[in-house]
T-cell receptor
Framework: DGGITQSPKYLFRKEGQNVTLSCEQNLNHDAMYWYRQDPGQGLRLIYYSQIVNDFQKGDIAEGYSVSREKKESFPLTVTSAQKNPTAFYLC?????????FGQGTRLTVV | DQQVKQNSPSLSVQEGRISILNCDYTNSMFDYFLWYKKYPAEGPTFLISISSIKDKNEDGRFTVFLNKSAKHLSLHIVPSQPGDSAVYFCAASDNSGGSNYKLTFGKGTLLTVNP
């Protein structure tokens, strides 16, 4: 079964700690994306990568970092510099004019 | 500056009636539009899309209408069912047909279909 897998589904971290969210796809898609959802804010683009070893900042990249060492994987690190990290994070990949999304990770910083 | 706007945060309709969800955009470079449905704590799932060369696209109970001159699109669900209750996101792209592009999303509309 092809798809995008995000793990874990729920994640709790202490304030000031870095945390990495996993995103893996076996769809052979070139482009991958990270979005963040907050209540009343819709989906906002954090980072995106169109090919391996290359990525660009989205609209709200501050406090986040990514890597794209493999086509299948696009991990997102939420750093201690992110002032309000508690949110729902969605990973996506694209083929033609459709975007395929993972199931999301709910990150709660306590 | 919000380029894709869904001005109704919520909508409530009776089962069997029509649901109409609206979306406005400001970027005239957008040429492909999509609707996604999202349940709580899950990723969005694709519903229906429309290219700017069309003004209507239909798929079963779902129809999307595009008015380019007004920069407005709408999603019609007929008849509405309780299982349609979810958040609906409107999204737009300015690179239709390519495999690498960015989607710009609206804030979403929570649809509740009452039995």
């Amino acid at each position: 079964d092809g798809g995008i897998t995000q793990s874990p589904k729920y994640l709790f971290r202490k304030e000031g700690q870095n945390v990495t969210l996993s995103c893996e796809q076996n769809l052979n898609h070139d482009a991958m994306y990270w979005y963040r959802q907050d209540p009343g804010q819709g989906l906002r683009l954090i980072y995106y990568s169109q090919i391996v070893n290359d990525f660009q900042k989205g609209d709200i990249a501050e406090g986040y970092s990514v890597s794209r060492e493999k086509k299948e994987s696009f991990p997102l690190t939420v750093t201690s510099a992110q002032k309000n990290p508690t949110a729902f994070y969605l990973c996506a990949s694209t083929l033609d004019t459709e975007a395929f999304f993972g199931q999301g990770t709910r990150l709660t910083v306590v | 500056d919000q380029q894709v706007k869904q001005n109704s945060p919520s909508l409530s309709v009776q089962e069997g009636r029509i649901s109409i969800l609206n979306c406005d955009y400001t970027n005239s470079m957008f040429d492909y539009f999509l609707w996604y449905k999202k349940y709580p704590a899950e990723g969005p799932t694709f519903l229906i899309s429309i290219s700017s060369i069309k003004d209507k696209n239909e798929d079963g109970r779902f129809t999307v209408f595009l008015n380019k001159s007004a920069k407005h699109l709408s999603l019609h669900i007929v008849p509405s069912q309780p299982g349609d209750s979810a958040v609906y996101f409107c999204a737009a792209s300015d690179n239709s047909g390519g495999s690498n592009y960015k989607l710009t999303f609206g804030k979403g509309t929570l649809l509740t279909v009452n039995p």
